[in-house]
Every structure is written in structure tokens, then in C-alpha cells.
């Protein structure tokens, strides 16, 4: 079965580390997201790719950085973590049409401090 | 730009009572409506989606919502509810952005708690 997995589940780090999400699709979806979710705000968009080498800034951008160099894969990395960027991410996959659902991964708690 | 609100981020009921969660949506375009469920320490899936069509869409686990255009409401119901539909639930709306492709946008969520 499709699936769309992400690793690592739990992390810790430390303020200033540089820390990368990995998140890896199997729906052959051209469509991929990132979120975070906290407490009385849902789920927030990070970033999100159409596509190979497109990658566009969601709502919640600063300190995020992503690469779309194949359709399965899109590595969520904080250049410089943050306490406030402790956080739950969800990646998720869709194909991109106005009737398609979003498929979720299993998230990563991460925590900075 | 597309957004939904949830109205109440914790609702509170007894096994066997009628569910009601709310969600309003904000949609300069005909929306694509979706309800999901979130369980403890795992990803969102998906509950039912409202494209075109019947405006009365069944999901899984018995739940069903309802789309009405006048009031921009689609609120999620399920008659009987049962311990293990207590979860988080999100609203999303779906909207085109540039390139002609379409990403949703969620609500906060609203967290069910069933008493027994």
C-alpha cells in the first residue's frame, strides 16, 4: 500500500543546531506539504512543492527551509532551531486537485531546547 | 483566499448523544469542504469530503455533514456518539493558489471528549 512516512518521530535538540525532517512518499504525488501543529492554532502551513525543484513559503516560513529534488521526498530543515519552533510537523501529500484529499504522515515532535 | 473557522475548540458529550461540530467557511470560489480526524499521537486522515453534488455526505464511522451554501456552514453530526470518537477533528477547505493547484487550508480543530 501507499503510504507517506516521516523520521525521525522524536527529536530533541539543542537552541542553534541545525535540524532536518525527513519525509518520504510512496503515492507518486506531485503535490507535497509541511505543517506545524500547536495548541489553540491547528495546523499551520510551512512549506509546500507542486512539483520537482518547485518549493513555495506557506504562512509560517521564517527559520524553514525545504528541497523538492525527486517526487518522493521533502526534507523539512530549520537552519538554526529555536525554542519556538518546539512544535508537532506534519508532512502530507496530495495530487493536487480541487477534490483530492490530503494524505497525512505520522508527525514529529520536536523539541528544542 | 479560502479559510474555515471551528466554532469551540473542546465539545463535550455523553456515550450515546447526538455529535455536533461546527465549521464555517470563507471561499470567494465554490469550496471543497473536507472533515478530518485526528487520533492520539498520529497523522490527520480523512473523514468525508464535499466536492459537488449531494449536499448530505457520509464518511466513515457514521459521521455525515452537511453543506449549505446560504449559511457557509459545514458542520460535521453523527447520531449516537462512542467512546472511541473521542479525537481532535479538523475543518479544511480546499482553494486553487497559483499554478492552478489546489491546497487545503485548516480550521484550529475542535477536540471531542466523550463521556461515558
Known amino acids: 500500500d501507499a503510504e507517506i512516512t516521516q523520521s525521525p518521530r522524536h527529536k530533541i535538540t539543542e537552541t542553534g543546531r541545525q535540524v532536518t525532517l525527513a519525509c518520504h512518499q510512496t503515492?507518486?504525488?506531485?503535490?507535497m506539504f509541511w505543517y506545524r501543529q500547536d495548541l489553540g492554532h491547528g495546523l499551520r502551513l510551512i512549506h509546500y512543492?507542486?512539483?520537482?525543484?518547485?518549493?513555495n513559503k506557506g504562512e509560517v516560513s521564517d527559520g524553514y527551509s525545504v528541497s523538492r529534488s525527486n517526487t518522493e521526498d521533502l526534507p523539512l530543515t530549520l537552519e538554526s532551531a529555536a525554542s519556538s519552533q518546539t512544535s508537532v510537523y506534519f508532512c502530507?501529500?496530495?495530487?493536487?486537485?480541487?477534490?483530492?484529499?490530503?494524505?497525512f504522515g505520522q508527525g514529529t515532535r520536536l523539541t528544542v531546547v | 483566499a479560502q479559510s474555515v473557522t471551528q466554532l469551540g475548540s473542546h465539545v463535550s458529550v455523553s456515550e450515546g448523544a447526538l455529535v455536533l461540530l461546527r465549521c464555517n467557511y470563507s471561499s470567494s470560489v465554490p469550496p471543497y469542504l473536507f472533515w478530518y480526524v485526528q487520533y492520539p499521537n498520529q497523522g490527520l486522515q480523512l473523514l468525508l469530503k464535499y466536492t459537488t453534488g449531494a449536499t448530505l455526505v457520509k464518511g466513515i464511522n457514521g459521521f455525515e455533514a452537511e453543506f449549505k451554501k446560504s449559511e457557509t456552514s459545514f458542520h460535521l453530526t453523527k447520531p449516537s456518539a462512542h467512546m472511541s470518537d473521542a479525537a481532535e477533528y479538523f475543518c479544511a477547505v480546499s482553494g486553487p493558489l497559483s499554478g492552478g493547484s489546489y491546497i487545503p487550508t485548516f480550521g484550529r480543530g475542535t477536540s471531542l471528549i466523550v463521556h461515558p
Open positions: 512543492s507542486y512539483g520537482v525543484q518547485d518549493t
Open positions: 503515492w507518486n504525488h506531485n503535490n
Open positions: 502530507a501529500s496530495s495530487e493536487g486537485t480541487e477534490n483530492t484529499e490530503a494524505f
